[in-house]
């Protein structure tokens, strides 16, 4: 099967690569990139003033299978990923039973490979049954299919394990992915810790919270030479100590998601609990910290942390409520239209945080446009309006802070190894 993308204007970071041009794919693999290409036999896909990329990678998403099926499964997450751009997902292991040993792995990779629609790969825990006691048998969970490994969801508390974790991984050549969280501060918290904690009468939780962690977490990679990577950094201080760790030549690298780029803890008056999530959205000037490190470089990749709920753990008190946002069919728009549209993000950078960025992070061989490689690629329409439904998502988790939002900037064509997976938001 051949598939001629014409006419795009490809934008490939890992290439340096921004030009009008084509793209030919046959038998799920790119063959061909150039100008006026002879589409012979092949299917002709015209994509005439959108935005043609690598196949954008989500490295930090719940699928919750096995054992959260109620709130999302292997099927509807990665139907959600498509229509919301990503021809790739890396899930974290926080289900039921934990991704701690290699049966677990293998049947998440197969039950993807039967009823997923887009790639899968699976990240295992740090300890097992993420007790934060025991390292896990890294080394069967790497050779089952894992690509990192993290406990996502939970601190590692012991600095101990977290020092063994980056002198074990080290290794292997994979990151620690780490939730940076220090519970004893963060404990019955429900929003960031300032004025308008104080105004809603909502229990805070400080960026000391996150910051603590952060910092233990670079320390113990300087003392290792391990790689760690800080799942959704949030705030100003996170920042400042990861450019002070690459100023040393720490190996670290951090990842932000969509919702703590674009909304503040003010919107938390309502007391919506699809606002409530962990790390909590932050201040005004957390936000522009974290805009300002991906404009300089200093944040790697953005990543969603898709965490959807099924609808009783968000409608019922705001202090009862699930912490977590559905994030994989809002992501690319939402950067799309409040960052890249209102100029604090260049298209060639906003292209790069879902592509090469976690591509290089976890040694993918994905991101990249690349002759040889496989056909992932998203397509862009900049100029495509649409209110943000999530009564119309593909995912079981309808918890997004996004709805009845207008955005412009959707992805409205995905494919995945040379097959279009998603069509306008469809899955094909």
């Known amino acids: 099967m051949r598939l001629l993308v014409k006419g795009g204007r490809i934008i ?12 030919l794919v046959e038998d799920g693999i790119i063959i061909k990139i150039g100008i006026n290409i002879d589409p012979q036999d092949s299917e002709v896909l015209d994509v005439s003033g959108k935005i043609v990329c690598p196949g954008f990678i989500d490295m930090h998403v719940h699928l919750r299978e096995p054992g959260f099926e109620y709130k999302e499964d292997i099927a509807t997450g990665t139907r959600a990923a498509a229509v ?72 590692v508390k012991k600095a101990s394990v977290m020092r063994n974790a980056l002198e074990y991984t080290k290794m ?18 429900q929003m960031h810790e300032g004025y308008y904690s104080t105004i809603y009468g909502l229990k805070g939780i400080p960026d000391a919270a996150e910051e603590l962690m952060v910092a233990r977490d670079i320390r ?8 760690i990577h800080l799942c959704h950094v949030s705030t100003r201080g996170s920042i400042e100590l990861v450019r002070i760790a690459r100023e040393k030549g720490i190996n670290v690298s951090c990842e932000v998601t969509p919702h703590h780029l674009t909304l503040s803890d003010e919107i938390l008056g309502d007391y919506d609990a699809d606002t409530k999530v962990n790390p909590p959205l932050r201040s005004i000037e957390h936000i522009q910290a974290l805009i300002e490190a991906l404009q300089d470089g200093t944040i790697d990749c953005i990543a969603t942390d898709h965490a959807p709920h099924h609808r009783e753990a968000k409608d019922c008190e705001f202090q009862l409520a699930a ?36 591509a290089e992070i976890l040694d993918l061989d994905r991101g990249t446009l690349e002759i040889g490689k496989p056909a992932d690629i998203t397509i862009i329409d900049p100029e495509a309006v649409r209110k ?9 988790g309808k918890n997004t802070p996004f709805k009845g939002m ?23």
């Open 12 to 23: 490939d970071p890992a290439n340096e690569l921004d030009e009008i041009m084509d793209v």
């Open 84 to 155: 919301g751009g990503f021809t790739s997902v890396c899930c974290m292991p926080n289900t039921d039973p934990v991704v701690d040993s290699a049966p677990v792995v293998r049947f998440i990779r197969e039950k993807a490979e039967k009823a997923g629609v887009v790639n899968v790969f699976p990240i295992g825990t740090i300890s097992k049954k993420q007790e934060g006691k025991e390292l896990s048998e890294v080394a069967d969970l790497l050779a089952a299919g894992c690509v990192a490994i993290s406990d996502d969801g939970k601190p």
């Open 172 to 189: 292997f050549g994979i990151p620690v992915l780490s939730h940076c969280e220090d519970l004893d501060l963060s404990h019955d918290g």
């Open 220 to 227: 113990l990679a300087e003392l290792t030479g391990g790689h």
């Open 323 to 358: 912490m977590g946002i559905s994030g994989l069919e809002t992501a690319v728009a939402v950067i799309m239209d409040r960052l890249v549209g209102q100029g604090l993000l260049d298209m060639f950078d906003m292209v790069r945080l879902f592509t090469c960025g976690p």
């Open 388 to 396: 943000v439904e999530p009564e119309k998502f593909y995912s079981k």
């Open 406 to 428: 207008d955005l412009k900037g959707w992805p409205v064509i995905t494919i995945v190894n040379g097959n279009i997976v998603a069509r306008g938001g469809i899955i094909v």
